[in-house]
């Protein structure tokens, strides 16, 4: 699972197999949460563009996102 932090960015999707399209792309904004499982754990995933200036004042960060991510091992 991913938690985004900060400025609204562009979280794009492709394939288990492959890098190249055709891809899903999903807008993730601050304190959004995304949750992979399965075979879906494997895709290939990345993010094509941040929009600046979106993020919260409130949280006072320096212009950008953090994406914190959070694995399981699935070693008992």
């Given at each position: 699972m991913?938690?985004?932090?900060?400025d609204?960015?562009?979280?794009r999707?492709?394939?288990?197999?492959?890098?190249?399209?055709?891809?899903t792309?999903?807008e993730?904004?601050?304190g959004d949460l995304?949750?992979?499982?399965?075979?879906n754990?494997?895709?290939y995933?990345g993010?094509?563009?941040?929009?600046?200036?979106?993020g919260?004042?409130?949280?006072?960060l320096p212009?950008?996102?953090?994406s914190i991510?959070?694995?399981g091992?699935?070693?008992?």
């Amino acid at each position: 699972m991913t938690i985004s932090v900060g400025d609204t960015a562009t979280f794009r999707m492709a394939g288990v197999e492959r890098r190249t399209g055709p891809f899903t792309d999903v807008e993730l904004r601050s304190g959004d949460l995304l949750v992979f499982g399965g075979v879906n754990r494997r895709i290939y995933h990345g993010v094509p563009r941040v929009s600046p200036g979106t993020g919260r004042a409130w949280l006072d960060l320096p212009p950008g996102r953090l994406s914190i991510t959070v694995r399981g091992t699935g070693l008992e």
